[in-house]
Every structure is written in structure tokens, then in C-alpha cells.
T-cell receptor
Framework: AQSVTQLDSQVPVFEEAPVELRCNYS??????LFWYVQYPNQGLQLLLK??????LVKGINGFEAEFNKSQTSFHLRKPSVHISDTAEYFC????????????FGQGTELSVKP | EAQVTQNPRYLITVTGKKLTVTCSQN?????MSWYRQDPGLGLRQIYY???????DKGDVPEGYKVSRKEKRNFPLILESPSPNQTSLYFC????????????FGPGTRLTVL
């Protein structure tokens, strides 16, 4: 069965520093990967997704992620974070064998400090 | 405005008292889903529906029921809530079921005493 692992539960960083949030997945078939963000007291919204093609995916708010098939990873990066990026970030995966189930990682809490 | 709405946003209830959390989307999406979010566990799917009258179990369906009588609505029913169902619940919808973006409601925080 497919699984998604987010390697860090909490990531504290200072404003304007770069950040990387790590995500690994397991899948024996073609996989589609997503990053969602949850701001405090809100629902989730899509940051970016990888379906096929270029392995570097650009999303909203200056975030990008790289699909690495050999390392089964889909890490999220931002070169310079803002206070407003403070949120919980979820990596998720899906494939046609899962019957409609989007599998989420445990989440990473990004805390940006001034 | 395209959106997914959930009601109520907050609910405190007692063990055994039946409740329904409503979910509605105005985007004509085929696929709808319910998740629960618990600290350290991420989001886990409860039930999903690929179309009207078509529903199936997710990873944690025990203690929950759903129905999809109309395309826009997908209520979540707890027939006899228990304290272990205290959680944050999200409804989501998408056009398709694998590669399409899921749009989430604002969440319903449920406490069962």
C-alpha cells in the first residue's frame, strides 16, 4: 500500500532564511504528488502538484518542489520565507490503484520567526 | 464564489447523540470526500464518493455513515458518537479523483464528551 512520510514534524526558521520540508513516498506504480498548506484555523489549499513532465514544479507563494523518482522524494523548498508562511504543510500522494484515496503525510509545522 | 461549505463549524455533543455534519460544494464536482485530522496523524480519509449514489469506505470508516443523494451535498453522519471521534473534520471536493486538485471546506471541530 502506498504511504507518505514527512520527515520533520516541526521546522522553525528565521524570516528570510531558506527552508526545505521533506517528503518521501512509497509506490510501486506511477504516482501523483501534492503539497497542501493549512493556515491557522483554515482548510487546506493546494500549493503545487506533480503529475508528469518536468521534475521541478513551481507553486504559489514562491514555493517549489522537486520530484526525485530514484530517491522517492518530493521535497518542498522556498529560498526566503516570510512570517506569513507560518502554517502546517502536508505532502500527499495518489495513484489509479488506490481507488480514489489521497494519502497524506503526517504534516510539518513551519514556524517562521522574526 | 467557488467554495466548499461545512456546517456547523464547531460542535460539542455527548456520547450517543446522533449528529450530522453537512457539506456542500458549488463547483459541480463529481468527487467528494471526508477526512479527519488528528495531531501527528495528518489527514485520514473516512469515506469518499465518486458520483451520486456511489460511495466507498476510506481508511477509517468505523462509526460513520455518508450519503450522496445530490451531486452538491455529501453529509457525514455519526449515529452514536463516541469520545474517540473527537477530531477536526474536513470535507473536500474535486472534478476528478486522482490528478485533480481537492478543494477543502473550512473544517468542523467536533468534541464528544
Amino acid at each position: 500500500a502506498q504511504s507518505v512520510t514527512q520527515l520533520d514534524s516541526q521546522v522553525p526558521v528565521f524570516e528570510e532564511a531558506p527552508v526545505e520540508l521533506r517528503c518521501n513516498y512509497s509506490s510501486s506504480v506511477s504516482v501523483y504528488l501534492f503539497w497542501y498548506v493549512q493556515y491557522p484555523n483554515q482548510g487546506l489549499q493546494l500549493l503545487l502538484k506533480y503529475l508528469s513532465g518536468s521534475t521541478l514544479v513551481k507553486g504559489i507563494n514562491g514555493f517549489e518542489a522537486e520530484f526525485n523518482k530514484s530517491q522517492t522524494s518530493f521535497h518542498l523548498r522556498k529560498p526566503s520565507v516570510h512570517i506569513s508562511d507560518t502554517a502546517e504543510y502536508f505532502c500527499a500522494a495518489n495513484n489509479y490503484n488506490q481507488g480514489g484515496k489521497l494519502i497524506f503525510g503526517q504534516g510539518t509545522e513551519l514556524s517562521v520567526k522574526p | 464564489e467557488a467554495q466548499v461549505t461545512q456546517n456547523p463549524r464547531y460542535l460539542i455533543t455527548v456520547t450517543g447523540k446522533k449528529l450530522t455534519v453537512t457539506c456542500s460544494q458549488n463547483m459541480n464536482h463529481e468527487y467528494m470526500s471526508w477526512y479527519r485530522q488528528d495531531p501527528g496523524l495528518g489527514l485520514r480519509q473516512i469515506y469518499y464518493s465518486m458520483n451520486v449514489e456511489v460511495t466507498d469506505k476510506g481508511d477509517v470508516p468505523e462509526g460513520y455513515k455518508v450519503s450522496r443523494k445530490e451531486k452538491r451535498n455529501f453529509p457525514l453522519i455519526l449515529e452514536s458518537p463516541s469520545p474517540n471521534q473527537t477530531s477536526l473534520y474536513f470535507c473536500a471536493s474535486s472534478l476528478g479523483w486522482v490528478t485533480d486538485t481537492q478543494y477543502f471546506g473550512p473544517g468542523t471541530r467536533l468534541t464528544v464528551l
